[in-house]
């Protein structure tokens, strides 16, 4: 019988960590019937296939083409969409555009705050569709609202639906929507739906400058089915230097939203594979399982009633849905439970189940588990990184069979847990051992008050593990089952944590997934530790990594289904009359090592200002190669006065190419008085160097459609100089006359976030040697 508990209580802990991966999103069943009220993603993906035939990113032909598709869509809905259009800067950033926003209205019957349904129709430049970000996004909007219009539900508030543009640039739609748009003044709150995967469940996120009492509340009373969030994703989300539209609202126009993301997936974000093959159908049903009942709620809910002044922890859990508690609870729940873990200690030490050398004893194995897990999952993805180079070409951090890579780390920590608690865990100190794991976690608990209090929440499965102490301590031998029980709580909030921390911040992080997943151990104590087999476990364990290490070197190759980012750009120096092929490569292919060379020079010694990349990568090899034939801009200076101490300056600078991107740089000596980039005046006193976390010289990012130019105004001390240098970028080498690049190997595909496949033209020129013309001259 005692067998049969122990077999059972596995069961139940395998089932509650299966089921708190699998049970937390809705499962697409195809051919399933759905009614006309209801949101279909059968219906749903007909749409997405058009936006996502290919890359829209903000100047491109299809994105011209999308947008259309959008306003067609809309006015089939009996909606009357409008564009808002103009020029938007963002100094902290530093991108200049021209945004082309879609905005359309269901009219409320009263006179409350309006709702916006948010998603950008713009795709990362160059080569992502753009079928999951934000092709989802958007296509999720639309089919709720044709769910929602066949209610025949008729909203009590204003209803905005607005997909902005230049999102992937600098979030500079919603800044000209927020800052510019008469109807942002009456906006009450934003739904708003993201990805930065192509599958996973969907995370709810606020963005509020105040306190989230009344937003969770409502959130709780929308009742969507399948609610995933806690308090801690916002902690963390916060630390990072990922923003969305809904980051504007909240800073512009001090407007709370709800976002919504799916972030599995991580290795197809921004990248050509962001497709229909690859996205996760479950996730664009989890996105509907949101929307279409917020949107019931929040029509006719009061709008102006979401502010509070007091913050809420709170989690997703099973059946409940949402639970949450005050910010004020933390406190005396942490010190409910070191009282409780005091008195339950003293009650073992009387009662003479607990020995004093027994608890000191049972430190050790939880801290060799702790010590040795923890460097095997740092300096083991380190030794990783040198055995398999390539991966490093994938900038997002999560390689093809990143999960796998979890699953080996996961399962190494527990073949270590089990292998040290065999050694040092007897029959008479079972329950000292629990006294070092409840230690620990209430230590993290007091750090969590300090550091992160979104975390808080990971006090609850410590009232149950104490539940379970003090039950060891009333019996020789617990039932192991009853006990599984218990642990449930912990099972449910922290084993999707083991796995969220590498998906979302990347495989460095598979640190804190060996250190949790001692920690989780620890909490499971009073069911492992009755087990009478843990080495046979743990040499269980050690061959199930094992089996994930032959996984993952089996599966380490590029491939056409896995596909190697590659980058190559023609760079030409006018100035100085020289030209180089370049790549953001450290591991050349056959492809790059064609038009490179198998021997390359350092691009560092070869060049000097280079574009902005989200992750900071700089060239990396550079070549010679003979100067095409690409003209360059031409620069009309429209004024050039002394007022008092300044001189008043105005040009105008004219690509002669389809140019997709302009940044202009200075001398860094300056120090204007005023600066203005076609109309838009620069608050000097907020710029900084800080582009997105990356140092960036530049003093204008200007991402340019067709027949764009850039008008430059600026005022700076009379006896100063300035010296300015432009870099053009077209995104068109692959198809320019000038070269005949053979196509990429099918186990390729164009690198994302960086610039590739583009030509770039860099040429310097002084305000000293123009002549005063207008640009029509």
Same mark, same amino acid.
């Given at each position: 019988m005692k067998n049969l508990y122990a077999i059972l209580s596995f069961v139940v802990i395998s089932m509650v960590c299966l089921y708190s991966f699998y049970g937390v999103m809705p499962r697409y069943k195809e051919d399933k019937p759905v009614y006309a009220t209801e949101f279909s993603v059968d219906r749903a993906v007909v749409p997405l296939a058009e936006i996502g035939e290919k890359p829209h990113y903000l100047g491109s032909e299809a994105h011209t083409e999308v947008r259309k598709f959008l306003i067609s869509e809309l006015r089939k809905l009996g909606l009357e969409p409008h564009i808002q259009e103009g020029f938007s800067f963002n100094p902290n950033a530093k991108t200049l555009n021209k945004p082309i926003n879609?905005?359309?209205?269901?009219?409320?019957? %009263?006179?409350?705050?309006?709702? $916006?349904?948010?998603?950008?129709?713009?795709?990362?430049?160059i080569h992502s569709p753009g079928v999951s970000d934000d092709g989802v996004g958007l296509v999720s909007i639309l089919e709720s609202l044709r769910a929602y219009l066949a209610s025949g539900a008729k909203p009590k508030n204003d209803v905005i639906i607005l997909f902005t543009d230049a999102e992937e640039i600098g979030l500079d739609g919603a800044k000209l929507f927020v800052d510019e748009h008469p109807w942002a003044k009456d906006v009450g709150l934003v739904?708003?739906? %993201?990805?930065?995967?192509?599958?996973?469940?969907?995370?709810?996120?606020? %963005?509020?400058?105040q306190g989230n009492a009344r937003l969770i509340k409502a959130f709780k009373e929308a009742n969507p089915k399948f609610p995933v969030?806690?308090?801690?994703m916002y902690s963390v989300y916060k630390l990072l230097p990922n923003d969305t539209d809904s980051t504007v609202f909240r800073e512009d126009g001090d407007i709370d939203s709800y976002f919504f993301a799916f972030i599995d997936g991580h290795y197809n974000y921004h990248s050509a594979n962001d497709n229909m093959q690859n996205l996760d159908?479950?996730?664009?049903?989890?996105?509907?399982?949101?929307?279409?009942?917020?949107?019931?709620?929040?029509?006719d809910a009061d709008l102006?009633?979401?502010k509070s002044d007091r913050d809420h922890v709170y989690f997703n859990f099973p059946m409940v849905k949402i639970i949450d508690y005050p910010f004020n609870w933390i406190l005396p729940m942490l010190f409910f439970a070191i009282l409780a873990f005091g008195a339950i200690l003293i009650y073992g030490l009387r009662k003479r189940v607990l020995q004093v050398k027994s608890i000191f004893l049972g430190f050790i194995p939880f801290l060799l588990s702790l010590i040795v897990s923890g460097l095997t999952g740092f300096l083991g993805w380190k030794l990783t990184l040198k055995i398999y180079p390539h991966y490093s070409e994938i900038q997002q951090g999560f390689t093809y069979n990143g999960h796998a890579y979890i699953a080996l780390f996961v399962s190494l920590a527990i073949a270590i847990c089990f292998g040290f608690y065999h050694r040092y865990s007897k029959i008479k100190n079972r329950v000292s051992l629990m006294v070092a794991p409840l230690f620990f976690w209430l230590l993290l608990n007091v750090v969590v008050i300090f550091a992160l209090k979104g975390a808080a929440y990971f006090i609850i499965p410590v009232f149950f593990a104490l539940i379970s102490f003090y039950l060891m301590l009333q019996s020789k031998q617990p039932n192991p089952f009853l006990l599984s029980i218990l642990a449930i709580p912990a099972l449910f909030i922290f084993a999707p944590l083991i796995q969220y921390f590498p998906v979302g911040l990347g495989l460095k992080m598979l640190v804190l997934s060996s250190v949790f997943t001692v920690l989780l151990f620890g909490l499971l104590l009073p069911v492992f530790s009755y087990y009478k087999r843990k080495q046979v476990l743990s040499i269980a364990f050690t061959g199930l990594t094992l089996f994930f290490i032959v996984q993952t070197h089996s599966t380490n190759k590029f491939s056409p289904e896995r596909q190697k980012p590659n980058s190559l750009l023609y760079y030409a120096d006018v100035d100085e009359g020289k030209a180089y092929w370049l790549t953001y490569d450290n591991t050349l292919d056959d492809w790059t090592k064609s038009i490179l060379g198998e021997n390359p020079k350092q691009a560092s010694d070869l060049i000097g200002t280079q574009p902005y990349s989200k992750y900071g990568r700089a060239f990396t090899y550079a070549a010679d190669t003979e100067h095409k034939?690409?003209?360059?801009?031409? $620069?009309?200076?429209?004024s050039d006065t002394i007022v008092g101490k300044n001189r008043e300056v105005a040009f105008t600078i004219i690509p002669n190419r389809s140019v997709n991107r302009l940044e202009l740089h200075s001398n860094n000596s300056q120090d204007f008085k005023a600066l203005a980039f076609n109309g838009k005046e620069v608050d000097l006193s907020s710029t900084t160097d800080s582009y997105r976390g990356t140092k960036n010289t530049a003093l204008v990012n200007y991402h340019m459609s067709k027949g764009d130019s850039l008008h430059v105004v600026y005022s700076i001390g009379k006896e100063e100089e300035v010296h300015f240098q432009v870099m053009e970028?077209?995104?068109?080498?692959?198809?320019?006359?000038?070269?005949?690049?053979? %196509?990429r190997p099918d186990y390729t595909m164009p690198k994302p976030f960086v610039v590739t496949d583009a030509i770039s033209v860099k040429r310097s020129f002084s305000v000293d040697s123009l002549m005063i013309h207008s640009p029509s001259e």
């Open positions: 879609i905005a359309a209205k269901i009219p409320g019957s %009263e006179d409350g705050k309006a709702l $916006v349904l948010l998603s950008h129709y713009d795709s990362a430049a739904l708003n739906f %993201e990805a930065r995967g192509t599958k996973g469940p969907s995370n709810m996120i606020l %963005e509020t400058n969030t806690s308090s801690l159908w479950d996730s664009l049903a989890h996105q509907g399982s949101y929307l279409l009942p917020l949107l019931h709620y929040f029509a102006s009633a979401l034939n690409i003209p360059s801009f031409e $620069v009309a200076l429209s970028y077209s995104y068109d080498l692959m198809e320019h006359p000038e070269f005949q690049l053979e %196509e």
